[in-house]
């Protein structure tokens, strides 16, 4: 069936624009996943929407977020969940069938459902995912309402073994020497160049999703902005999209500006950070003392003009915790002004600087076809030829009237991810001025009340990694039923395994820094 008879047949969801729902089944699942892949679309996202404290056996739905040209398309295929975690699951006794085959990303995300919620895939690849041993045996957390006290012997995961003469392993992590989370890397490796690496993350998982279901809806920005901490905006944004979209309320034009506005320092910020980083993984100290000190001039203006440095609870259901600050945007547009002089400056620097671009050109690449083939997304997909942006593709309001330019290179190398980085920049420095400039006057903030009756709604927004999804089901009386957080990490953690092949070990640190993926998003 051709893409366009399923999104005839769904139904307009609240929320972010251009989402439609429809129920199928089994057989309906596949068919209309399949199609979405034949057109070019990508799994946003995949999980298990199950109430906490059913009974095994109990009904349930798998859902699955597919971005395509007509918009976003969720499935839902109801299912029942006997939990079979650990044991073989063949197609014929799977809870599901998987999207593996169609979607590379699918298989952790099947995975990690499995370790959650007991529900299996009909993928093979049935090792878990977020499980490290810290809860018991048999125990899912988002279907099982009580934990027993023992937890269940951390088990063994059977890493895939690259044989050969001269082929040994290299054990990194998952802690690791510097202050960043933690994440496992199982490198193989023939003297320094690498044949292979394999990932194991879920170190980090904190019961983010859970912890959701015991709030309210007006209380869930809260959570949402401290999913990730370098995408607070993106994610409390996302949350208060579909919140709004199940109390049926719009906030005002002016908070949308402001969102936006939001929204862009906090992609300046990124930026900043991670090219002065990239520029000390190649032993240009001088770049990272300049990109920091023009991220600390940000971090101030922001903080004049909104009121924080981090914009952790500025987003708020119904609008925005405050309006600019009498005279501050003022300095924030020198501030601005100041950041694209300098950080021009020392792009030209960077690229002049030979060193810089020996380490920079050629490493980690991503070819264009790998990355769509794999669902390269967000910036570092940008920078393999993927032009994907949700500022651009489903405009919402204020981003439909500023018309924001994509930064796309094809390169698919680390000097491509600094290149869309830059470019971004800039971009995201035009935006600020704009917002400055055109923001409707006006409240900045509407009266939220929460919705007396169940629902579900889809809040997606472009943050500075990629797309940020939220899935918000609400209960009865304004509560949580169930609320799905997915950062693009989740696609792009496969990828870096791809893009370390054929480089050497040294070069790990300065690859991984140019994707800059989180383990805290990603490890609910």
Known sequence: MPLKRWF???VALPGAPQVYGLRVSAEQWREAAAAAAAGGGRLLSLWIDAAIGAAPGAACSVVAALATDPGVLLLELPIGTEPR????????????????????????????AADLSGAMSSDPDTRPWLCHGAWPAGFHPLRDSAMADSAAPAPDYAFVRVQGEGVHEIAVGPVHAGIIEPGHFRFSVVGEKVLRLEQRLGYAHKGIERRFSELRLSQGHRLAARICGDSAVAFSWAYCQAAEGLAGIEAPARAHWLRALALELERIANHLGDLGALANDCGFAFGLAQFSRLKELLLRATEATLGQRYLMDFIVPGGTRADLRGAAPR????????????????????????????????AGIVAPALARRLGLTGLAGRASGQAYDLRADQPHAPYDQLAPRKCVRSGGDVAARVGVRFDELFESCRLVRTILERAPAGAYAADFVEPAGAGFALGLIEGWRGPVLIGLAAGESGSIRRCHAHDPSWQNWPVLEHAIIDNIVPDFPLINKSFNLSYSGHDL
Do not use: M, T
């Not at 979607?103 to 099947?110: D, E, G, K, N, T």
């Not at 002089?341 to 050629?362: M, N, P, S, T, Y």
């Open 331 to 362: 300095g924030l547009l020198a501030c601005i002004a100041q950041l694209g002089a300098e950080a021009q400056r020392l792009r030209e620097i960077l690229e002049d600087h030979a060193g810089v671009r020996d380490r920079w050109v050629g």
């Open 85 to 112: 975690h650990g044991e073989p699951a063949p197609s014929a006794e799977a809870d599901y069938p998987g999207l593996q085959d169609l979607f590379p990303v699918a298989s952790r995300l099947q995975r990690a």
């Open 8 to 10: 005839d047949q769904a």
